[in-house]
């Protein structure tokens, strides 16, 4: 009796083995847990969770994804994307996706999205990526998407910034540079250190920071403090992140934590993504054009646009799209003028993107807020 009750947990354990190791999750190079922290701040328009999943099956798998909403703080949104986008009161994809065995998905593929809506607090999210003919082949990973005050503020060309941010350059670009201003947000006078963790980066590029002094590509750790009173911020010539893409497209990953030399549990990390693509667009044209921002911003009923357009230019189109990327109004801009006037006032207030389409090619793309 005592054999067969030993078998029989042998068993029992043997399949709920194999089932955890249908899929696999993988975010910045690492594998995942079953639980994922993300942290911003309550102003911060958009905190994503864009995993890569992976097929840990020998088997062509229908996968699907079903949202459970454990606990959520209250007047904040959030949906996901998983083949398509869904509404924010969707739980459950309407679409799969075959995966063949070791099959893994693009960074992109899925998608989750939460927007604090200037709410602090906790929100607890689970996702389960599933085999729609066999439920029991599933992963489970529940996402704490966690909104407080910073201990320290990064502020950079007027803005405060959230815990992820992304620069985007082409490989023709010789260095991006982060430069922002800190700030101690503690009450107390504290000693702060810099701390470099290379999350994820693109081979042959090379990156470096400046705390007080700069530091050569190998070194992690500031040797430097400065001291900072309760409230003092650095000045734009303390800090700075470098990167060099040295002719590599992709993008790198990088975590700067602001600490407390004399108390490491007091920091803040912040993740860079430094984005490097070529261009489809010629340089000729490039070097020859310019697009002023769009005003006013936010708007109300209508933007403005100045720009220069060369010869080189067939076509130049303003496109803008919401948060879900569906494009909501496209115009085309006349080639003989040097500016334009956008109607906006039929889109709902709210968050939007603009890009500038040049020969059928995204030029840049910016946020755009309409009241």
């Known amino acids: 009796?005592?054999?067969?009750?030993?078998?029989?947990?042998?068993?029992?354990?043997?399949?709920?083995?194999?089932?955890?190791?249908?899929?696999?999750?993988?975010?910045?190079?690492?594998?995942?847990?079953?639980?994922?922290?993300?942290?911003?701040?309550?102003?911060?328009?958009?905190?994503?969770?864009?995993?890569?999943?992976?097929?840990?099956?020998?088997?062509?798998?229908?996968?699907?994804?079903?949202?459970?909403?454990?606990?959520?703080?209250?007047?904040?949104?959030?949906?996901?994307?998983?083949?398509?986008?869904?509404?924010?009161?969707?739980?459950?994809?309407?679409?799969?996706?075959?995966?063949?065995?070791?099959?893994?998905?693009?960074?992109?593929?899925?998608?989750?999205?939460?927007?604090?809506?200037n709410q602090s607090g906790t929100s607890i999210i689970e996702y389960m990526f599933y085999n729609m003919d066999d439920e029991s082949q599933n992963l489970k990973v529940v996402v704490k998407y966690k909104t407080s005050v910073q201990l320290f503020k990064l502020t950079w060309d007027g803005e405060t910034l959230?815990?992820?941010?992304?620069?985007?350059?082409?490989?023709?670009?010789?260095?991006?540079?982060?430069?922002?201003?800190?700030?101690?947000?503690?009450?107390?006078?504290?000693?702060?250190?810099?701390?470099?963790?290379?999350?994820?980066?693109?081979?042959?590029?090379?990156?470096?920071?400046?705390?007080?002094?700069?530091?050569?590509?190998?070194?992690?750790?500031?040797?430097?403090?400065?001291?900072?009173?309760?409230?003092?911020?650095?000045?734009?010539?303390?800090?700075?992140?470098?990167?060099?893409?040295?002719?590599?497209?992709?993008?790198?990953?990088?975590?700067?934590?602001?600490?407390?030399?004399?108390?490491v549990s007091i920091n803040q990390k912040f993740i860079v993504k430094y984005t490097s693509s070529p261009t489809a667009i010629d340089e000729s044209i490039l070097k020859g054009v310019h697009f002023s921002a769009i005003y006013p911003n936010p708007a109300i009923n209508f933007v403005s646009l100045n720009y220069t357009l060369v010869p080189g230019v067939k076509s130049a189109s303003i496109r803008i799209s919401n948060i879900l990327g569906t494009v909501v109004s496209e115009m085309n801009l006349n080639l003989n003028s040097n500016s334009t006037r956008v109607d906006v006032s039929q889109l709902d207030g709210g968050i939007y993107f603009y890009s500038v389409i040049l020969n059928g090619e995204r030029l840049s793309t910016k946020k755009l807020v309409i009241r």
């Open 1 to 117: 009796m005592k054999k067969l009750i030993l078998s029989i947990f042998f068993i029992i354990a043997t399949v709920l083995y194999v089932d955890a190791q249908t899929f696999e999750l993988t975010w910045h190079g690492e594998v995942l847990g079953d639980t994922v922290v993300i942290s911003d701040v309550p102003t911060a328009n958009d905190m994503t969770f864009d995993p890569i999943v992976t097929n840990l099956s020998n088997s062509n798998i229908k996968v699907k994804v079903r949202r459970n909403e454990i606990s959520i703080v209250d007047s904040t949104a959030n949906y996901f994307c998983w083949v398509a986008c869904y509404a924010p009161f969707v739980n459950e994809s309407g679409e799969f996706h075959v995966m063949a065995p070791g099959a893994s998905t693009d960074q992109d593929f899925f998608y989750a999205h939460y927007t604090p809506l």
């Open 162 to 263: 959230g815990d992820v941010i992304s620069i985007v350059s082409d490989t023709s670009v010789p260095e991006m540079i982060f430069n922002p201003i800190v700030t101690n947000n503690t009450t107390a006078a504290i000693n702060v250190k810099v701390r470099r963790t290379n999350l994820d980066v693109v081979a042959g590029s090379e990156n470096y920071f400046c705390w007080v002094l700069c530091y050569e590509p190998a070194n992690d750790i500031s040797s430097e403090f400065l001291e900072m009173a309760p409230g003092a911020s650095s000045g734009l010539e303390y800090f700075s992140g470098h990167y060099t893409p040295l002719g590599h497209s992709g993008t790198s990953a990088v975590e700067y934590m602001f600490y407390d030399m004399n108390d």
